[in-house]
């Protein structure tokens, strides 16, 4: 199959979050399984990559507002894997993907039309006819509508279009000016088959509305957003479109995230021989400032955001904090979120370490020094740091909630902890049964290794992608 990827940042060169992970990993994976896969994205000021060549094309497209030009970059990644990039100097030279410290960008509704049909004008400029396009949230929300409505015509009208959803939270909502604005039609501004959304525009209701299918990115998260709890004032249309709708989980980076062969750690280890991990610890609490403890350590890598639930954490941990454990964190976010920690630490300086940043070294670090590593989230469509955690001999803790749910087993002979109920309680109850645990290091070891052996690599997750695509060919 020929596949065109479109999405919005792509690991390593562009992220803010779990999509570019998957931007970054499942298209490779369906190279490797033998399809031709072209992937688009913008060139932000923060792909700066010297193996990047000129196309010799240009993506000119017009709008009311006047025609907007830039150059197509490639980067040959592997024999089957293209990407490309559109430079368009004004749109993406910025310092942040979406917005910056004032907020979201007022001009994104062009800056990701731009992308939206820049990326299907590559396609035609390169001869490259796919047989699926596969886009990913509200940014590229724009492309199946664009498909059936102005390409319907040309080449490209017999692809067939996916669009996953990695955050029903995040919907692209903008006024209804925007339908001028961009030159879109008029008859699509319709709350049935269009684009309307409470009398504005939303690109991720055109894209749910327009595509062939749609996927997210685990099976709870697919059944959960059907719900008026989770639905986004979406879910009306979701279950509308339940026959078409798909929870395929994410994978993770096996290679990067493997503790056998992890660069960040003092010590590699496996599921045969997991001394290595106490190594880890050690370093874990020496980096902290903290005592080397019998203790068990807890840790958290987030953003930190309302979704993380880190809120009911920080309820939860002054009570916590009264027994023998310890905590560590790597994250930032919401600036009362971070002062929060940042008071926690200030409280408890013997137990409490924090780090308000972003540190790929420290955050493997603390996946293998750490004895549980806690997920209280709201809602979490998928979830990469608690497979994270399983491979890595940390045993999660975690709300029943989306990929949450589907990843880590939460009885008396499973893989971690689990609990259901957004109350201090509950988690107060999850920390408990970690402690009582810890304390039977024979049991700890087989959650441990249970954990260890569960396969998130992306090649499963891959497959099951080609044989929604194969389904759509064949229909």
């Given at each position: 199959?020929?596949?065109?990827?479109?999405?919005?940042e792509?690991t390593p060169?562009?992220?803010?979050?779990?999509?570019?992970?998957?931007s970054g990993?499942?298209?490779?994976?369906?190279?490797?399984l033998g399809?031709e896969v072209?992937?688009v994205?913008p060139r932000?000021?923060?792909v700066q990559?010297a193996?990047?060549t000129?196309?010799?094309?240009?993506?000119e497209?017009?709008f009311?507002f006047?025609?907007?030009r830039?150059p197509?970059?490639?980067l040959?990644?592997a024999?089957?894997?293209e990407?490309?990039?559109l430079?368009h100097a004004?749109y993406?030279?910025r310092?942040?993907?979406y917005?910056d410290s004032?907020?979201?960008?007022?001009?994104?509704p062009r800056r990701f039309?731009y992308?939206c049909l820049?990326a299907?004008?590559?396609?035609q400029?390169?001869?490259f006819?796919?047989?699926i396009?596969?886009v990913?949230?509200?940014?590229?929300?724009?492309?199946p509508v664009?498909?059936?409505?102005?390409?319907?015509?040309t080449?490209l009208g017999?692809a067939r279009?996916v669009?996953?959803?990695h955050?029903?939270?995040?919907?692209?909502q903008?006024g209804k000016?925007?339908m001028?604005?961009l030159?879109?039609?008029?008859?699509l501004?319709?709350a049935e088959?269009?684009?309307?959304?409470?009398?504005?525009?939303?690109f991720l209701k055109?894209g749910?509305q327009?595509?062939?299918?749609?996927?997210t990115?685990?099976?709870?998260?697919a059944?959960?957003i059907?719900q008026p709890?989770a639905?986004?004032?979406l879910?009306?249309?979701?279950r509308?479109?339940?026959g078409?709708?798909?929870?395929?989980?994410?994978?993770?980076?096996?290679?990067?995230?493997n503790?056998?062969?992890?660069?960040?750690?003092?010590?590699?280890?496996g599921?045969?021989d997991?001394?290595?991990?106490a190594?880890?610890?050690?370093e874990?609490?020496?980096r902290?400032?903290l005592?080397?403890?019998s203790?068990?350590?807890?840790?958290i890598v987030s953003?930190?955001?309302?979704?993380?639930g880190?809120?009911?954490l920080l309820?939860?941990l002054?009570t916590a904090?009264?027994?023998d454990?310890?905590?560590?964190?790597v994250?930032n976010?919401?600036?009362?979120?971070?002062e929060?920690?940042?008071?926690?630490q200030?409280r408890f300086?013997?137990k409490v370490?924090?780090f308000?940043?972003?540190d790929?070294?420290?955050?493997h670090l603390?996946?293998?020094?750490a004895d549980?590593f806690i997920?209280?989230s709201r809602y979490?469509?998928?979830?990469?740091?608690?497979m994270?955690s399983?491979?890595?001999?940390?045993v999660?803790?975690?709300?029943?909630?989306?990929g949450?749910?589907d990843?880590?087993?939460g009885?008396?002979?499973g893989?971690?902890?689990?609990?259901?109920d957004?109350?201090?309680?509950?988690l107060?109850w999850?920390l408990?049964?970690?402690?009582?645990l810890?304390?039977d290091?024979?049991?700890l070891?087989?959650?441990?290794?249970r954990?260890?052996v569960?396969d998130?690599?992306?090649?499963?997750?891959?497959?099951m992608?080609?044989?929604l695509f194969?389904?759509?060919?064949?229909?």
């Amino acid at each position: 199959m020929k596949i065109l990827y479109v999405a919005s940042e792509v690991t390593p060169f562009s992220k803010t979050g779990g999509l570019g992970d998957v931007s970054g990993a499942l298209p490779a994976a369906l190279a490797a399984l033998g399809h031709e896969v072209k992937v688009v994205s913008p060139r932000y000021a923060s792909v700066q990559d010297a193996r990047l060549t000129p196309t010799g094309h240009t993506v000119e497209l017009r709008f009311p507002f006047g025609t907007e030009r830039g150059p197509l970059l490639s980067l040959q990644l592997a024999p089957r894997l293209e990407l490309l990039f559109l430079e368009h100097a004004h749109y993406y030279q910025r310092p942040g993907l979406y917005g910056d410290s004032g907020g979201e960008y007022g001009d994104n509704p062009r800056r990701f039309a731009y992308l939206c049909l820049g990326a299907l004008q590559a396609a035609q400029r390169l001869g490259f006819i796919p047989d699926i396009i596969h886009v990913n949230d509200w940014q590229t929300g724009l492309v199946p509508v664009a498909l059936r409505r102005g390409f319907q015509d040309t080449e490209l009208g017999r692809a067939r279009s996916v669009l996953t959803i990695h955050n029903l939270a995040y919907q692209g909502q903008f006024g209804k000016h925007v339908m001028d604005e961009l030159g879109l039609p008029w008859e699509l501004f319709t709350a049935e088959r269009g684009l309307e959304f409470y009398d504005g525009v939303n690109f991720l209701k055109g894209g749910l509305q327009f595509a062939d299918a749609l996927t997210t990115v685990s099976p709870t998260y697919a059944r959960e957003i059907q719900q008026p709890e989770a639905g986004a004032n979406l879910d009306g249309l979701l279950r509308h479109r339940q026959g078409v709708l798909t929870g395929i989980l994410n994978g993770v980076d096996v290679d990067e995230w493997n503790p056998e062969a992890d660069p960040h750690l003092p010590a590699r280890y496996g599921v045969e021989d997991l001394s290595g991990k106490a190594e880890c610890r050690r370093e874990l609490l020496r980096r902290f400032g903290l005592a080397d403890t019998s203790a068990p350590v807890f840790g958290i890598v987030s953003r930190l955001a309302w979704q993380k639930g880190v809120d009911l954490l920080l309820e939860v941990l002054p009570t916590a904090l009264q027994e023998d454990i310890r905590f560590v964190a790597v994250g930032n976010g919401e600036w009362h979120y971070e002062e929060g920690l940042r008071e926690l630490q200030r409280r408890f300086p013997d137990k409490v370490g924090a780090f308000i940043g972003f540190d790929p070294a420290l955050s493997h670090l603390l996946e293998a020094g750490a004895d549980f590593f806690i997920m209280p989230s709201r809602y979490e469509p998928c979830g990469l740091n608690q497979m994270y955690s399983l491979r890595y001999g940390t045993v999660p803790i975690v709300r029943a909630t989306g990929g949450l749910a589907d990843t880590v087993d939460g009885s008396d002979d499973g893989t971690g902890i689990v609990f259901n109920d957004f109350v201090p309680e509950a988690l107060l109850w999850a920390l408990g049964r970690a402690r009582a645990l810890y304390a039977d290091p024979e049991r700890l070891r087989a959650f441990q290794r249970r954990g260890m052996v569960r396969d998130f690599s992306w090649g499963a997750s891959a497959r099951m992608y080609e044989r929604l695509f194969a389904s759509l060919l064949a229909e």
